[in-house]
């Protein structure tokens, strides 16, 4: 079984994790990211919202952080991780391939799953016809008949937020809204057209969305339909060392509660950033917390480190000698090896 140690163990190669690696690489950390190749954002056209970067394919963006990183040194590892451990020096990741990587750190940043409705055609159409954040696919669908989907509480404020974007919008309440007083006369107020009963179909033909369908049989024609996903933390790993995720607030779905001053989490050693903690967070926002989550990783070994240096030892995985200290600090480590002299 093939085993391999560094100072940081990223597990999850999106906005996050390469923006936590590239940080971490800079700081001539030894760094390696663990990456399934599965991002949540793979069907949309373009990342929105990042500045200097508006517009770029989800691809391509992770492609430049990738080159990034390996610029700087860091490790790029594709597999899934498939458990974690703590151990007296840190932690070991197990790899669904057989690999071992170990790390005095461990930064998660495997992101989320968008939970849908069981809805025909939904599925297909999603990051194309069928969104979730005007932010993200407003523009794109201005002035277009758009369809909300019913899923929640949720839907009532997306249905009010998308009017923004078209004046002409349709609240389909799919037996699951079910809006008050006030709210009705908020729609009323917004010229938001309302239709009871259950949807049946997210409908389109050569792959452009055309309508949607009631299991009554009406068939309505809209041009693009928003939908509240429910958004469940992908925190298995997390979930392996006693984090459990917690409902989000805004009862959109479950999150993994972090210290906001750079994803520390109840376990010492343990970090995590992005999407697994922010939900709502856009791009730029997970790229912002990887960034934020590699300098406080950063400052935490220096911490360690330097007690290390006060008691007179090295710490694990390196040669205990001056030399293996100098190497360390080029950006040269080579763990459980004897130093040449240099």
């Given at each position: ?69 390996l ?37 998660v ?18 990051g ?7 932010y ?17 509480p ?7 937020l ?43 033909a ?41 409902p989000?607030?805004s ?41 934020m ?12 480190e ?37």
């Open positions: 079984m093939e085993n391999t140690r560094c100072d940081v163990v990223i597990v999850g190669g999106g906005a996050a994790g390469l923006s936590a690696a590239t940080t971490l690489a800079r700081a001539l950390r030894s760094v390696m990211v663990i990456d399934s190749g599965a991002p949540r954002n793979a069907p949309a056209a373009g990342v929105h919202g990042f500045l200097s970067r508006d517009g770029i394919r989800p691809g391509e963006l992770l492609a430049a952080g990738r080159r990034e990183v610029s700087y040194g860091g490790t790029l590892i594709d597999g899934e991780a498939v458990s974690a451990r703590r151990t007296p020096d840190g932690f070991d990741v197990m790899t669904d391939d057989g690999r071992r990587i170990s790390g005095r750190r461990l930064l940043t495997t992101g989320l799953t968008d939970e849908l409705p069981p809805i025909e055609g939904l599925r297909e159409q999603w194309k016809g069928v969104v979730h954040c005007p993200c696919h407003g523009w794109e669908i201005r002035g277009q008949r758009i369809g909300v989907l019913g899923t929640g949720l839907s009532m404020h997306q249905a009010l998308f009017r923004q974007w078209s004046p002409e919008i349709t609240l389909f309440l799919n037996d699951t809204v079910e809006p008050t007083d006030e709210e009705w006369e908020k729609l009323a107020a917004r010229s938001i057209t309302v239709v009871d009963g259950a949807v049946a179909s997210v409908d389109a050569d792959g452009v969305l055309r309508g949607v369908t009631l299991r009554s049989g009406h068939a309505f024609d809209v041009q693009a339909v928003a939908v509240a996903s429910r958004l469940e933390a992908r925190s298995h790993l997390l979930e392996s060392l006693g984090l459990v995720p917690q989000h607030p009862g959109a779905g479950r999150f993994v509660a972090v210290d906001p001053m750079g994803g520390a989490t109840a376990v010492r050693g343990v970090y995590a950033a992005g999407n697994v903690t922010n939900p709502m967070a856009q791009v730029v926002t997970a790229a912002a917390d990887g960034v989550s590699g300098a406080r990783i950063n400052a935490d070994l220096i911490d360690e330097t007690r290390w240096a006060v008691e007179g030892r090295f710490g694990p995985f390196s040669a205990a000698s001056e030399d293996a200290v100098f190497t360390a600090v080029m950006g040269q480590r080579r763990y459980g090896l004897e130093v040449s002299d240099r």
